[in-house]
């Protein structure tokens, strides 16, 4: 099996396990050569068997096996071909930071270590999830962007590493729910 994979498996419960992903309602993906990996459709994130993660070419979009890949997928595609620094996409619905995302405020940096690790947040107005049209938007920010509030929707983040995405994740939702919500 390899090693993305791995830590796709590993990343995926380790989210499920930080309580910011409640079943079905994140996705996230690693690119491998000319091609992602990305969550199926519909799949609980903890149980996803490191076979079903789908396979699909970067340029074409060509989706390989029989799985559904996650709906959001475009999204997914358009970070990996706008930024070829990226190597993983990690994106979620949390409740604080879809709640706080649709009041129109901006995440303030409220430890200390938030601004140094996240330097350049993205804000974009509702667009219909899973559209031709939020792929756009975020293709529009990826080049510099690697966190990116999508306002009424949720939060995705761009990584070098998986390790880098996953941090920027915890990092921006523990701004959003200390800034807000204590
Ligand atoms: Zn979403």
Known sequence: MSHV???????????????LVVGAGGNLSMRDGDYMYISPSGYDLKEIKKEEWVKVHIISGEVYGSIKPSSELLMHLACFRENEEITA????????????????????????DFPAMVKDVAYIDYVIPTTELLANEVANHAQKAQVMVLRNHGVITLGKTMNEGSLFFYAINRGISEGFCH
């Open 5 to 19: 994979i791995e830590q796709l498996d590993k990343y995926a419960k380790e989210l499920v396990a930080s309580g």
């Open 89 to 112: 996409v990690l994106h979620a619905h949390p409740t604080y930071s879809v709640s706080v995302s649709s009041t129109g405020k901006e995440i303030p940096a409220l430890f200390p």
